[in-house]
């Protein structure tokens, strides 16, 4: 290849208000540690920033097949960004497996920076090409801009006098590549360095290697005419503060720890591990010196049951798992809501059914957590709308639960749960004190004696003369001693009934968040589609189409407005990963025009199908 | 924190009779149930446990047996089929200075929530299990249950059971029980003595207590009882002492090699003698083996007593050690950046 100098080329630049880069290689191929660093140098470029990462299904299938494709997808911009984006601008492919399976997300005219021998005959055969395939020579003639890298050769060249074997050297490809795209959008470099000594700097010489690794990259891009433009993408304009990086299932842990600590009771988690919860019980574990209790019990029931025992005792139990597990878990959360005690429950939904997608998202375990019980059994349902909010909506989770002595159910999903965006995090001191409703008198203690809001006081092992037995059998009204009489069991299903109604007092109202307060369209979505959703309504406002927006963080009971809201518009666009259990809902209990979007494939919206369907609305009306 | 400025306000330790335990409630199992005999053992050993009452917690699973924390007066919960194990786990953990019983039967404990009672065994926390065998599902009216003996007739085996039958002892002491123990519900003085020792050991006790169910399962246990059986049928296991039943005192169990072998007492010599160690996991197996082995007499009393560091010990649950702005750490994480 010619050489040339920088000052020989004319080169363009051109800025850009947000951007989506997709790295996609095999599992090994070190994807996600090149994502995550473009990200925190990208956040610290003063971006706002969206990622998601796209894991096999399989731990350890084979190398250069489509089932071991990795991936790591972020858009950054200098406008605000919602959701990682509906396709790519640029995919980094690493092997011809990568690319088969990304190339129907990258935009026309896209760009695939494409690793040479990633594309030899051997990986053709093992992506499923014929032996006389092009998949390059394709997507060229296809009017994609590719560029072809010999990145493995660069990371050789690189480390060649390491004295490490030829195998380990070409691992550096990731760092070569990142170098690039750095230089490409005109990433910091010094930060970029920074990044990866906090990274590395405890593996030996590899901080070092890595550094010059991505300073290969970042000169093969200056010194070679690959690209005839380089992008400039602006700060966005964020609040000013500090910010971190959260990922939902993150978020959701510390969520938890803030709440354990504020009401002064014990953390105490019951997990089994399964797919998209477990990093919550990796999460938790990690803090036991500061006093979390996490335990991994030997199966979905002990894990909810031991957390019961836990609440039982006076402490803020939780259990956390997804759909699989939570059907598993059904039972023991009808005891915990016949015993009237506090309880979290967590369930970061996959697809289903049974086995279903465990590393998919969906939004079909909505039925589950209001109905799925035997028995009239009504639970507090709630639900965060982004990977940040999980540390909201945990703290919230648990301050009902406390404080008005009964099980909550938290509805994350495999989407926000692995999704990851900036979060200016709140200092402990502005978040609220959480008030169990530990019984406080002991002269004649009745357990289920309850306030104006039908709340029991909470008495637990330990406080003398309170002692008393419960249990899953119906209890009379105040005693709490078994009952079998019908109109105490009326009483008792509507006392729990009311008690959990009675939570709207406490929840705020539904927010227009974009839009009119009444118009001909109010976009309401709930969980994970908000990034989709207001990506669209953006958009939608952008080609001048009146709609309006508002995100259901409390599923039950629903905030008081919302019949209010839904009577204020003429329709009511419901998009939801499932086959329409809120539409289903909603319909049951409102007169209203609701218009489904559904969709089940695993995968979140994109904001250009939800666009598509409110421009569909639009003229329609 | 909240709980334990409510928690200090509790008593000193007292001084309390068997009476102190009663609840308000009434007793409802049938009358002549096995179950009275045990919850009037218990309520003797209360007192002797030098628990306040308000630190006893009773956790059962459901089943006759399970109705059990109704009638005592302490904290208590009659929770879901099977899983006392686990809740109890939870509750101990987190409470350790609590003294935690689980009541469970045959039916709860080997069927719908083996899997728990296994990984009790294993993990070991401090708590006590009373087992009540009767080999029947009694409160669902006389279905077979997994120690009901092969060949049985009952409504959901009207050919006869089928399966083989658990050996409670075999199966715990195999998931790592630390003690195990068997008693009978007519032997009142024995059925106290083994409670009050299950509560007495720190780690997870666990007490098979043959129950009659005299409604399902009448007599199943007879001929341990039984005044003109019951010398050539059980065995008495006590620490020290060598393996001497029969009516006339004169056999008794030796070793042969690996295997248990019964003799004539006059047989006995210092290469064969066996003398009880409950601290001797080998022998606790092989006498848990004797269940089920033709001709030889039923062993009743610890098996098995052998401590180890138990679970809420190394648990060390311990609660915030850590003030705000630890938690202020922890949520910001290691990479922050600013946004002026
Ligand atoms: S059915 Fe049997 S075990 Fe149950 S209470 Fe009656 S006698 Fe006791």
């Known amino acids: ?621 | 924190m909240e709980v334990d400025s409510v928690l200090t306000q509790t008593t000193q330790p007292k001084v309390y009779t068997s009476k102190d335990f009663e609840s308000d409630q009434d007793v409802r199992w049938c009358p002549g149930c096995g179950d009275y005999a045990v919850l009037n053992a218990v309520k003797k050993v209360l007192p002797q446990t030098g628990k306040r009452k308000e630190d006893i917690v009773f956790i059962s699973g459901i089943g006759c047996s399970s109705r059990f924390p109704y009638y005592v007066d302490t904290y208590g919960m009659h929770s879901i089929h099977g899983r006392a194990f686990a809740i109890a786990t939870g509750l101990k953990i987190t409470r350790p200075e609590l003294d935690v019983w689980i009541i469970t039967g045959d039916g709860d404990s080997m069927s719908i929530g083996g899997n728990h009672l296994i990984h009790l065994c294993r993990r070991n926390p401090n708590v006590n299990v009373l087992l009540f065998n009767n080999e029947i599902y009694g409160l669902t009216k006389g279905q077979h249950s997994p120690t009901s003996e092969k060949g049985l007739l009952t409504k959901s085996s009207p050919l006869g059971v089928i399966d083989n039958p658990f050996n409670p002892p075999a199966l715990t002491l195999g998931a790592g029980a630390s003690f195990v123990a068997r008693t009978i519900d007519r032997f009142s003085a024995h059925l106290h003595d083994t409670i009050l020792e299950a509560s007495k050991f720190n780690g997870t006790s666990f007490v098979e207590i043959y129950q009659n169910c005299n409604i399902f399962n009448d007599g199943v246990f007879e001929s341990f009882t039984d005044k003109e059986a019951k010398d050539d049928n059980i065995i008495i296991l006590e620490q020290g002492k060598q393996l001497i039943f029969g009516k006339e005192k004169d056999k008794a169990i030796v070793l042969k090699g690996h295997s248990p072998e019964i003799v004539s007492l006059s047989e006995v010599n210092e290469t064969n003698e066996w003398l009880h160690d409950p601290q001797d996991f080998v022998k606790a197996t092989l006498l848990a083996q004797f269940t089920y082995m033709q001709g030889f007499p039923r062993p009743f009393g610890v098996f098995y007593s052998k401590q180890r560091p138990t679970y809420d010990e190394l648990f060390e649950s311990k609660g915030w050690d850590a003030d705000e702005s630890e938690i202020d750490k922890v949520i910001a994480g290691k990479f922050t950046w600013k946004v002026d």
């Open chain 1, 1 to 621: 290849m010619q050489r040339k100098t920088t000052d020989e080329m004319t080169l363009k630049e051109k800025e850009l208000s947000s951007v989506v880069i997709k790295f996609v290689g095999d599992s090994g191929d070190g994807m996600q540690v090149s994502g995550n660093l473009f990200t925190s140098t990208s956040a610290l470029a003063g971006n706002d920033i969206a990622t998601f990462p796209d894991f096999p299904a399989e731990i350890r299938a084979p190398i250069g097949t489509v089932a071991g494709v990795s991936g790591f997808q972020i858009r950054f911009g200098s406008e605000e960004i919602y959701s990682p984006g509906d396709s790519c601008d640029v995919l980094i492919a690493m092997n011809a497996a990568a690319l088969k399976s990304n190339l129907d997300t990258l935009k026309t005219n896209g760009i695939i920076i494409a690793n040479t021998l990633g594309f030899d005959s051997k990986n053709l055969r093992l992506a499923g090409y014929s032996s006389d395939a092009d998949p390059l020579g394709e997507v060229q003639a296809k009017g994609y801009k590719l560029v072809n890298v010999d990145l493995s050769k660069v990371a050789k060249e690189t480390l060649a006098d390491k004295g490490i074997s030829t195998k380990e050297m070409e691992r550096g490809k990731n760092m070569v590549a990142l170098g690039l795209v750095c230089w490409m959008y005109q990433r910091p470099l010094d930060k970029v360095f920074a990044l990866t000594e906090m990274r590395f700097g405890k593996k030996g010489d590899w901080a070092e290697w890595n550094k010059a690794l991505i300073q290969a990259g970042w000169n093969f891009g200056e010194t070679l005419e690959l690209f005839n433009e380089r992008y400039v993408v602006k700060p966005a304009p964020l609040q000013s503060g500090t910010y971190r990086g959260i990922a939902g299932n993150e978020a959701l842990a510390l969520g938890l720890i803030a709440a354990g600590h504020k009401s002064g009771l014990k953390l105490f988690l019951g997990a089994y591990p399964i797919t998209p919860a477990s990093d919550v019980l990796h999460e938790l574990a990690k803090y036991k010196k500061l006093g979390v209790d996490s335990f991994m019990a030997e199966d979905e029931i002990a894990a909810i049951c031991a957390a019961i025992g836990a609440s039982y005792g006076g402490n803020l139990g939780v259990t956390v798992s997804s759909g699989p597990g939570i059907a598993l878990k059904t039972e023991a959360m009808g005891l915990a809501i016949s015993l009237e005690i506090p309880l979290v429950i967590c369930n970061v939904q996959r697809g289903g059914p049974s086995t279903g997608l465990p590393t998919k998202t969906e939004q079909a375990d909505l039925f589950q957590a209001m109905f799925g019980r035997n028995g009239e059994a009504p639970m507090i349902v709630i639900a965060p709308g982004s990977p940040r909010e999980c540390f909201e909506m945990a703290f919230e989770a648990a301050k009902l639960s406390l404080e008005h002595v009964t099980p909550v159910m938290l509805l994350s999903d495999g989407y926000i749960a692995n999704g990851a965006e900036p979060w200016k995090f709140p200092r402990m001191e502005e978040l609220p004190k959480i008030n169990p409703n530990l019984a406080k008198s002991v002269s004649g203690y009745k357990p289920y004696e309850r306030d104006e809001n039908f709340v029991r006081q909470w008495a637990v092992p330990g406080m003398s003369g309170m002692q008393h037995r419960i249990g899953g059998l119906e209890k009379e009204n105040i005693t709490g001693n078994v009952s079998y009489d019908p109109d105490n069991h009326q009483l008792m299903v509507d006392l729990r009934r009311k008690k959990v109604e009675k939570i709207v007092d406490f929840i705020p109202e539904l927010k227009i968040v974009n839009g009119d307060e009444k118009g001909k369209l109010l976009v309401l979505g709930w969980g994970s589609t908000l990034g989709a959703i207001t990506t669209a309504i953006t958009d939608a406002h952008k080609a001048g189409i009146q709609v309006s927006q508002a995100h259901l963080r409390y599923l039950n009971p629903f905030p008081r407005n919302l019949e209010m809201v839904l009577n204020s518009f003429e329709n009511i666009l419901v998009p939801e990963l499932n086959s329409g259990q809120l539409a289903f809902i909603l319909k049951s209990n409102f007169n209203a025009n609701i218009i489904q979007l559904n969709k089940v494939k695993g995968k979140p919206f994109l904001a250009r199908e939800i666009l598509e369907k409110i421009t569909e609305i639009n003229h329609g009306s």
